[in-house]
């Protein structure tokens, strides 16, 4: 299956929306399945970084631990699951408007299903962020554009 691909157009600039989009202790504000998000090392993200996020999937709360790929600040970001049952794979890319004053923001998410997780990425995770994406990026460019980042 191909992976789920939603841009929106932020009324912000891109160093303001990459610093928000890149800080784990955000995802919880603007992605409506996060629970809690927490870096696991301490210092600045990098390349290798991981982070321990519990999103909650139909009933359940599942955490996932995922790895920085690569950070080009303030342009894009990949990361991907390293463990448990649903791993994600997620780039992310912010393209500068109107002289560097909006941000057009490109979210494309891909999952792989290990154990049980094969089973939950056809039935509930993929139609859960098919329906989720559209709306966490209106609630990132409201969060953006009522906190001017």
Do not use: N
């Not at 321990?52 to 699951?81: C, K, M, N, Y």
């Not at 999952?111 to 089973?119: D, M, P, Q, T, V």
């Not at 056809?122 to 990026?137: G, Y």
């Amino acid at each position: 299956m191909s992976a789920i691909r939603e841009s929106i157009d932020i009324d912000c600039p891109p160093e303001d929306a990459y610093a928000y989009l890149t800080d784990p202790a955000h995802l919880p504000e603007w992605q409506l399945s996060a629970v809690a998000a927490e870096p696991l090392e301490a210092g600045p993200l990098h390349p290798g970084s991981r982070v321990r996020v519990t999103r909650r999937v139909g009933t359940r709360q599942i955490p996932v631990t995922l790895e920085f790929d690569a950070l080009d600040p303030p342009h894009s970001w990949e990361l991907h699951g390293v463990e448990g049952p649903v791993r994600p794979r997620t780039h992310g890319e912010i393209e500068p408007l109107d002289d560097g004053r909006r941000s057009r923001v490109t979210i494309e998410v891909d999952f792989e299903g290990h154990g049980l997780g094969k089973a939950l990425v056809p039935l509930v995770v993929r139609p859960q962020a098919r329906k989720e994406l559209p709306r966490d990026e209106a609630l990132l460019k409201q969060r953006l554009e009522r906190t001017g980042a």
